[in-house]
């Protein structure tokens, strides 16, 4: 037998009875087994047996040489894989059947570690499920044009209110309002057959008409020809979510409205400032002093108005700069009732945070101050302008097209507190000034952006 298996390439060993075959199936314990019904100590179904005793079936095929039938049906209520009778055409039709039984095994084993990965997957997905207790998995079937639930998971029933005799064929529009089944309606008409999921915010309806806030997804269940046989639908109640976000919210508007009245009640006391220095620099006769005065109110002005801005806008945390020079250009030429020059501003799009915007308005001022003062000396016709733009940092140009500084002033190292302001200001804000050269008097300030 030996040499008519030879060219299967397998490994063989040869017992000559009973025993021996034993002991090899007892440190080996596995093997396809060619089990001679007569051995010379016991009886094939005795070596069986034996081997069951232990916790042992092999596969095996029985050989004998006498054609028994009911030898035959024995053998094969016992698992052989087959009957083979040692006649003339034994040893030809062994490394065939050998084959064969090799291959069913192989297939069989296979087909084992197959079931027990699905029924790994099978276990892992019903304990998941099971422990998604704040999540719905339900699954629908078309039945007469409409999509009614088979299977749902616990979370289901407790989202939902049902008892599981109840959720167990209903109609799954049933679980949301109509006019928000109307979208899921569409979808299936429209995109399910196409294998598209939807997903998205609803509220749900559970039972006695409650109804709560959930994150949905509906997937369609498809076959290999790509037929939707129905789908899967995941529901999230987000209850808490969604009062957690009304709570945030109204703690938000709450601040924002305690920020405006803050800022409110900053631009009012600065106001006042700016009114008692008004009134202080009417009782001056001095004219320098006089002049000290009305500089100090403009700066005080500069910052109320700051944080007048910031009150009246939707965004506490930035201010409009274009809004806030075209506001504070009008007031100062108010103040010191310009009418011989006109200021031109060009810009938008440009946010500052506080920290950054009363550091720029103070700077506005003094710089705006000195072109209304100084620049139209005769009371000639003349231009102020204001200029800005915003990428990684903020460009902002100020100047006028009258007489320009004297010739040799070094305006870095002034005396006047005005440009010494400026340029503190200026580092303050990690920013660099420049005065361009031409007509006039024109100075070019970069800064971060916030």
Known sequence: MEESLQGLSLECARAATGGETLQWFDSQRSGLLLLDYSLPDMTGLEVLSRLEKVGMRPPFIVTTGVGDEKLAVEMMKRGARDYLVKDKDFLAALPATVARVLRELRGEEELRRVREDLERSRALYQTMVKAATGISFILTGNEGGESRIREFSPGAEALFGYRREELLGMRVQELYSPEEFSLVERFFQEKAGRGERLEGEATLLGRGGRTFPALFSVHPLTEKKGEVYGYLFVALDISERKEAETRLRRSLEEKDLLLKEIHHRVKNNLQVIVSLLSLQAGQVKDPALKSSFNETRNRVFSMALVHETLYRSKDLGKIDLG???????????????????????????????????????????????????YAFPEKEQGNLFLKFRAGEEVDLIVGDDGVGLPEGFNWRESSSLGLQLVVSLVKQIDGTIEKEEGKGTVFHIRFPLN
């Open 323 to 373: 809004l806030y020079l075209r506001e504070f250009t009008k007031r100062i030429f108010t103040t010191y009732g310009t009418r011989n020059a006109e200021v031109h501003i060009e810009g938008e799009g440009v946010y500052l945070n506080i920290d950054t915007a009363i550091p720029c308005s103070l700077i506005v001022n003094e710089l705006m101050t000195n072109s209304i003062r």
